[in-house]
């Protein structure tokens, strides 16, 4: 009998078809609630997960001949690894896939930020042409970013900035202790990058020890004239902090692509703030960076199902 992989948020065409070439039959998902999770994933033999479906205890409880959890995307936090470790089932993600999209994507946040793009944009369309004149960008040029987390899209977007656009680039992670870039400097202070940046941007993961790390006291030490760019995970900033730090003028600005809370409330003060741009948790799923992830994630879930 063929296994059965479930996909509870739908996938491009191109990882489906590599799993029914396989032999694997599938099944898309109908709703992303704990209650039609339980009903859908009963009987599969592999999930394969995009970052909203909460894979938690119940869910992985109802599954009973579950074999793999295969990530599209990087961050596990919507998966209860221990859940699954405690059964045998084999957690994987695909982290070569979307690292450069979500890189560029930041640098996008960066430039947009350091130009005020979207404030002029905005202005310009309710025809305020003398904007032009009040609204003065910032260069890249020579400017520093501070770089929390050096893994692989922290160590991609040092590269950009530096080679890019000339910016001298310093990063902090207590697991990364040398330089392999010549371009990149690695501090073992927190708050020496807080204080000595002009663009700040995490690419940590959401853990239990990075819950929260990012609030008051580290929007405090940063420069009134920086900019604090978010494109890992909303938990690991304390939001209502920062939303403080902007109003009360203590930073410049702030480009957010994930939040503490998914999909955010509408009214999220984030969304009235004109020196913030948002992005709706969407820095890897470009074109390219989707289809990468959909097949590497199919890959590991035929990895795992053929023994
Ligand atoms: P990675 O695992 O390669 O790198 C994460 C780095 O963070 C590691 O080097 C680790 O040592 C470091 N780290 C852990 N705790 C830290 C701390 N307290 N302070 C500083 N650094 C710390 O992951 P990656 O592929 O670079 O992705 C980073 C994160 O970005 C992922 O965990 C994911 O949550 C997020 N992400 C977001 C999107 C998006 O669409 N916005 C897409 C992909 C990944």
Known sequence: MSHLVYIPQDIEKVGKRFLVEKGYKIKVGSDLSQKILMEEIKGCDAVLTRSTAVINREVITAAENLKVIAKYGVGLDNIDIEAATERGIYVTNTPEANANSVAEHVMALILSLS?????????????????????????????????????????????????????????????????????????????????????????????????????CREFSWMKPSAYFVNASRGGVVKEADLVNALQAGEIAGAGIDVFEVEPPEKWNPLFKLDNVIVSPHNAALTKEGSIRMAVHAAMQVEQVLSG
């Open 115 to 215: 130009k005020n793009l979207s404030l002029a944009d905005k202005e310009l369309r309710s025809g305020n042409f003398a904007i032009r004149n009040q609204l003065f960008g910032m260069d890249l040029e020579g400017k520093t970013l501070g770089i929390i987390g050096l893994g692989r899209i922290g160590r991609i977007l040092a590269k950009k900035a530096s080679k890019g656009f000339d910016m001298k680039v310093i990063g902090y992670d207590p697991y990364v202790t040398a330089s392999t870039n010549s371009e990149l400097e690695i501090a073992t202070d927190l708050e020496w990058v807080f204080r000595n940046s002009d663009v700040i941007s995490l690419h940590l993961p959401l853990t239990k020890t990075t819950k929260g790390i990012i609030g």
